[in-house]
T-cell receptor, first 116, second 117 residues
Framework: GAVVSQHPSRVICKSGTSVKIECRSLDFQATTMFWYRQFPKQSLMLMAT?????????EQGVEKDKFLINHASLTLSTLTVTSAHPEDSSFYIC????????????FGPGTRLTVT | AQSVTQLGSHVSVSEGALVLLRCNYS??????LFWYVQYPNQGLQLLLKYTSAATLVKGINGFEAEFKKSETSFHLTKPSAHMSDAAEYFCAVSPHFGSNQGGKLIFGQGTELSVKP
């Protein structure tokens, strides 16, 4: 089946620095990818829709300048958390939809970000 | 706007007992509905999905769910719980295929399933 990978799986950074998270579709092309954030013991909240070759679409309340998304190719989307702060510590998960009907998503394994 | 409500943030059952995880949705158009399972520090794995075909949907690991339009529900069941079923379960809704919001998933709050030996 389709596989989505994320790198890194865990990252610890200091407050004020930037962190880049990669999301790759390994055996299929994805013109659209989605980025979610999940705080401990909470649900997934959609942050933004990453569109290959165009600007990302952000959900209400998500800061575009803080969470930079680049969809450089049909198999890679990156999320950069700029000037990270402890409150940005979270589990970030990406997903890519299949091309068939039903909007089935394949999810990456997630990236645990800890900002100290 | 679409939304999903999962009743009960935590459900505990004994091994071998029936598992019932509740999900109600709100949607102005016929939705696609999903159940995902998440193990600690991992991504989500699809258990099953409803895409306007059969109302009773069978998924992996012995799980199934029934779409009831009159009740706007999509409850997840498994006849006999196994220790390995202990995880977080999420119900999700997506706009009907063809809408301009294709692919977006709106998740419920999640239900943590514990299985006692």
């Amino acid at each position: 089946g389709a596989v989505v990978s994320q790198h890194p799986s865990r990252v610890i950074c200091k407050s004020g620095t930037s962190v880049k998270i990669e999301c790759r579709s390994l055996d299929f092309q994805a013109t659209t990818m989605f980025w979610y954030r999940q705080f401990p013991k909470q649900s997934l909240m959609l942050m933004a829709t990453s569109n290959e070759g165009s600007k990302a679409t952000y959900e209400q309340g998500v800061e575009k300048d803080k969470f930079l998304i680049n969809h450089a190719s049909l198999t890679l989307s990156t999320l950069t958390v700029t000037s990270a702060h402890p409150e940005d510590s979270s589990f970030y998960i990406c997903s890519a939809p299949t091309t068939g009907k039903g909007h089935e998503q394949y999810f990456g394994p997630g990236t645990r970000l800890t900002v100290t | 706007a679409q939304s999903v409500t999962q009743l009960g943030s935590h459900v505990s059952v004994s091994e071998g007992a029936l598992v019932l995880l509740r999900c109600n949705y709100s949607s102005s158009v016929p939705p696609y509905l999903f159940w995902y399972v998440q193990y600690p520090n991992q991504g989500l794995q699809l258990l099953l999905k409803y895409t306007s075909a059969a109302t009773l949907v069978k998924g992996i690991n012995g799980f199934e769910a029934e779409f009831k339009k009159s009740e706007t529900s999509f409850h997840l069941t498994k006849p006999s719980a196994h220790m390995s079923d202990a995880a977080e379960y999420f119900c999700a809704v997506s706009p009907h295929f063809g809408s301009n919001q294709g692919g977006k998933l709106i998740f419920g709050q999640g239900t943590e399933l514990s299985v006692k030996p």
